[in-house]
């Protein structure tokens, strides 16, 4: 009893959080509070704290004349201090002395391979059921581990970040505030965390950095704090997430990292007064933007930059240096008390021009003076005195003024180019000279899958605009769309592209529409447009959470939200234009390039607000989608200057007379009104949160296409267990062949693969015989029987079939060939020749039974190296069997029954030869076989068949050979080779005892 109280006590004390033993305490004789000034865990770090103070503090203290003065200086300096020390805090990681004992811990408990980086640990408490176990959380690359022992009982749980479905913030009755994981199905909370923000941030990194290394390998190559699963640490995570964060509101190029955040005063030379807010440097660009609620910032390329000084002294007056930003970096290092800047622009910066397709075949009447065209007019008066106010190009100010003008709708003249503005597209471009021409030069006369999709769909991209009856905008669609297939290949061409692209036209010239299109598919809408368009899956995961936090009475109308997800994946798919018409739909675009996705968000939730009540009274979905219909075809542009031609004329007069009108400018500014409070920030943190259900229920729906006979819970355990394996490969090395030919384009079936040694792990673990040998020749030629393409790597479908040869109860029913397995088990070692036609006779598993005789007889004969190889082999497969004498007597028996023969029939077809001839030959291979019986399996290694294979055919090759006939009738004859192969395999024993053998597996590697 007192050991279990002992280790106990050791686990659940061993905690940062508990208060310090030791302390040293600040009291002024009047006072009744005592002030902590300093706090240790050992003596001896108390005593240098005091040795610190009497250093630095002591002396000083004799200078004041009264003890309030001593406790307000001491409270500062302490302040100071603490201040000083978050900072760093930043940048440092745990206690050195501390971390190195809780990485002992981590290793010792949960035994993972050493490659295995800890990242960062937390004390909490794990509810089983009802009741809560005090331990430790441990947050590594690639784990997530939690350790508890509570008198004797001993509690530890390992979950990799792959394995994860649901990871958020909950809070019930049980539990204030808690950590809720979904995985495999099952619920771990994690409560009484010290800083249980702290630590879901950085749970919610690591699920996402896993997600995005392992299906994404170029994600991280231009950071190297994260390119290495070896180098991750908590600053790293924090950085890259910053980044992201950094980028994604100013709208920058991928390329760009925060290096350094200051807080600073801004001059608004609009406002005429200072606005408080922060200084964000990368390596390119100059980022600032306020926090004193006034919502304006501005973005200034160092490029651009003409002279840069502060109120006494010029840091830098120069152009186009790609120091500028570290000359800031070092001069706000050197003068801390510097918060107001300056910034001069040059003036060579000109606002993007813009030359599209609309003003080809819609050019603008100036003499036009009809209440449209004056209202046009109107709001480009409205726009230039905006741009004299707060500046026109890449440095602008965007204020709330700016979004108030978008909501009311930008000009048909101006659409480009602030198109370009808001995307951050216009620094792609002019960082970038010559790139689009080089790439329609090179993508020219390219033949592709891609390119004949991208064929197909140019007729179909707004075929009622006068702009794509012509070959003048078809060619520049073609041109646009096949250089963007041959610069993201990963993408390539993917239907609605080419109906977005074709509205980037009409506005945009020909180069900046491929760079609206680049931002757009690469930066505002990530993973929209490849196979599986995870990325507006998740989005309409989070539109269906916005649904149910503001529109509760349509919830409870609907408790199924998924109508709404099938109803909209077109809608965030082409941002609304293949619902609305053209002279309406790009005004939702204008929302969408300032907002980005929030914009789309807002106006569907609007959409569905406007037809509530109609919604509420349909009795089907089809009724639903009819009511949503009839709304998208009523919206209109009342202020639209485009003419009839252009304008798209969705319903017939009659109907547009029996049917109200919707504004689509009233429509967007219900939006904002209703809707405008929902955050960017929220948005992508619900991202993350939903992007990890996605994928899981992508796989979940995806793997049973696998195999129609696999039942449900072994499909599901398998399957895991083969991802896991590919992972593990993945998991500590970012040059792996899985991960370097990971295509995360494929179906989920071929995207996770393994190499021969990871198959070979694998398979030990679930085949069914003893010996299990990782390093088998067995398994070496069974992946090279299922590894189609030579490429060294197999994936989950070919895995599948090769284990099911041998575990006939997983895939076969009882109406199978009851010598389907020794059929396989002989088939495997006649791999190296005919190796097509005995591919395509294994890879047929689901019609094993149709047209059997004919592949049989297709395959060819083995000859006497691979005979005496297939001998060798099945002494390994008996060997440690009860029954292994009576296996080895009768594969004696099958291989001299089989000389026998074969002597007989060469004596009966030979004529130009004395049968004599024969003789030493069959004499040799017989002892061969003889001597072959004594093998065991550490004499039978790989190197062996590899020289066997590649030996060139010799006299004595070409003398005999055996079919598979007569192979397969000699082993039918020994009914103990029979029973032996067809023993029942206890599957479900098998997947359990590889999940808990497959990490230890590889630690003990």
Not at 376 to 382: F, G, L, P, R, T
Not at 739 to 765: I, K, R, T, V
Not at 908 to 913: A, K, P
Request: with cysteine; charged share 25%.
């Amino acid at each position: 009893i007192m050991s279990l109280l002992v280790g106990t006590l050791d686990t659940v004390l061993d905690s940062t959080s508990k208060v310090a033993p030791y302390r040293i305490l600040h009291h002024t004789p009047d006072s009744q509070v005592y002030w902590t000034i300093a706090c240790g865990v050992t003596k001896e770090e108390i005593v240098q704290h005091w040795d610190w103070l009497q250093q630095n503090i002591m002396r000083t203290l004799s200078v004041f004349d009264s003890s309030e003065d001593i406790t307000s200086f001491v409270q500062g300096k302490i302040r100071g201090l603490i201040a000083e020390e978050g900072k760093s805090s930043l940048v440092l990681e745990e206690d050195p002395e501390k971390f190195r004992e809780a990485l002992l811990r981590f290793e010792k408990w949960f035994e993972l391979p050493p490659k295995e980086k800890l990242v960062t640990y937390y004390s909490c408490s794990y509810w089983r059921g009802k009741v809560p176990c005090q331990g430790w959380l441990y947050l590594s690359t690639n784990f997530l581990c939690f350790y508890s022992y509570l008198l004797g009982a001993e509690v530890k749980l390992i979950i990799s970040w792959d394995e994860i479905w649901r990871l958020e913030k909950t809070s019930n009755v049980i539990l204030t505030e808690s950590i809720h994981v979904l995985a495999h199905g099952e619920d771990h909370y994690f409560s009484m965390l010290m800083h249980l923000n702290e630590t879901f941030v950085i749970m919610e990194q690591l699920a996402d950095y896993s997600i995005k290394r392992l299906f994404d390998k170029e994600a991280f190559q231009r950071e190297p704090a994260l390119s290495d699963p070896m180098q991750i640490t908590k600053r790293g995570l924090e950085a890259h997430a910053k980044s992201e964060q950094f980028r994604t509101f100013f709208r920058l190029p991928k390329e760009e990292n925060l290096l350094e955040v200051h807080e600073s005063f801004l001059w608004v030379p609009f406002s005429h007064f200072n606005t408080l807010g922060k200084i964000c440097l990368s390596e390119n660009y100059l980022c600032f933007a306020s926090q004193d609620g006034s919502q304006c910032h501005v973005i200034i390329p160092m490029r651009e930059v003409n002279t840069l000084h502060t109120d006494e002294s010029v840091v830098c007056q120069h152009c186009l240096l790609p120091g500028t930003c570290q000359s800031l970096i070092n001069h706000f290092e050197d003068n801390p008390e510097d918060v107001t800047l300056m910034v001069g622009q040059k003036d060579s910066s000109k606002a993007v021009s813009t030359e599209a397709l609309m003003t080809v075949f819609h050019p603008q009447d100036v003499e036009n003076l009809d209440p449209k065209m004056l209202k046009e007019k109107m709001k480009e008066q409205s726009w230039n005195i905006h741009f004299s106010e707060y500046g026109r190009g890449t440095s602008m100010f965007f204020t709330r003024k700016t979004r108030d003008l978008i909501v009311r709708g930008v000009p048909e003249a101006l659409r480009g180019e602030l198109w370009m503005l808001f995307s951050g597209a216009v620094n792609d471009m002019a960082t970038h000279p010559g790139y689009y021409t080089d790439l329609v030069e090179q993508s020219l006369g390219t033949s592709t899958l891609a390119t004949d999709e991208i064929e197909r769909d140019l007729h179909r991209s707004l075929p009622e605009h006068p702009a794509f009856q012509s070959d003048t905008g078809i060619s520049a669609l073609r041109r646009v769309l096949t250089a963007y297939a041959y610069r993201n290949p990963k993408i390539g061409y993917c239907q609605a592209m080419n109906i977005l692209t074709s509205v980037l036209l009409l506005y945009a010239k020909e180069e900046e529409a491929f760079w609206l299109l680049v931002a757009v598919c690469e930066r505002m809408l990530p993973d929209y447009f490849n196979r599986r368009i995870i990325g507006a899956l998740v989005d309409q995961a989070v539109f269906e959470d916005l649904i149910r936090e503001n529109l509760p009475q349509l919830v409870e109308h609907m408790t199924d939200l998924s109508f709404f997800s099938s109803v909209s994946l077109s809608w965030f798919l082409t941002l609304f234009i293949s619902v609305l018409p053209i002279e309406s739909a790009v005004n939702v675009v204008d929302c969408f390039f300032y907002d980005g996705i929030k914009a789309i968000l807002q106006l569907g939730l609007a959409v569905l607000d406007y037809n509530m009540e109609a919604l509420i009274s349909c009795h089907d979905d089809a009724e639903a989608v009819t009511i949503l219909n009839k709304f998208f075809d009523s919206v209109t542009n009342k202020d639209s200057p485009l003419p009839p031609t252009v304008q798209q004329a969705s319903m017939s007069n009659n109907d547009k007379a029996s049917h109200f009108n919707v504004d689509i400018s009233e429509l967007i500014k219900e939006a904002y009104e209703k809707y405008g409070n929902i955050r960017s920030e929220e948005v992508e943190s619900s991202r993350k949160r939903n992007k990890l259900h996605v994928i899981q229920t992508l796989e979940d729906t995806t793997k049973q296409n696998v195999v129609v006979r696999f039942s449900a819970s072994h499909l599901d355990r398998l399957y895991n267990l083969f991802k896991r394996q590919h992972f593990l490969c993945c998991y500590w090395t970012m040059k792996s062949p899985a991960l370097l030919h990971h295509d995360p384009s494929l179906a989920y079936l071929e995207q996770y693969q393994l190499g021969f040694q990871q198959f070979s792990m694998l398979f030990s673990l679930l085949e069914p015989w003893a010996f299990c040998n990782p390093k088998s020749t067995l398994s070496l030629w069974i992946f090279r029987l299922i590894d189609e393409n030579q490429d060294g790597l197999v994936n989950f479908k070919e895995f599948c079939c090769a284990l099911g040869k041998f575990t006939r109860s997983l895939l076969f029913d009882n109406a199978a060939i009851n010598l389907s397995i020794p059929t396989a088990k002989i088939c495997t070692f006649f791999s190296r020749r005919g190796k097509v036609d005995l591919q395509a006779y294994l890879k047929q598993w689901q019609n094993e039974i149709l047209k059997k005789e004919e592949t049989i007889k297709d395959l060819p004969r083995i000859n006497q190296t691979q005979f005496i190889q297939f001998s060798k082999t099945l002494y390994n497969i008996f060997h440690g069997d009860p029954e292994e004498e009576s296996l080895y007597q009768a594969v004696a028996h099958v291989t001299s029954l089989l000389l026998r023969m074969e002597e007989v029939g060469r004596r009966l077809h030979e004529s130009s030869s004395p049968p004599e001839s024969t003789k030493p030959a069959n004499t040799a291979a017989a002892e061969s076989s003889t001597q072959e019986a004594s093998t065991t399996p550490e004499n039978s290694d790989t190197s062996s068949s590899f020289n066997s294979q590649d030996a060139g055919p010799d006299l004595t090759e070409l003398d005999w050979s055996f079919s598979f006939e007569q192979v397969l009738a000699s082993l039918l004859n020994e009914p103990t080779i029979v029973r032996f192969f067809e023993r029942p395999v206890d599957i479900q024993t098998k997947l359990g005892q590889a999940r808990v053998a497959q990490l230890k597996l590889k630690a003990n590697k």
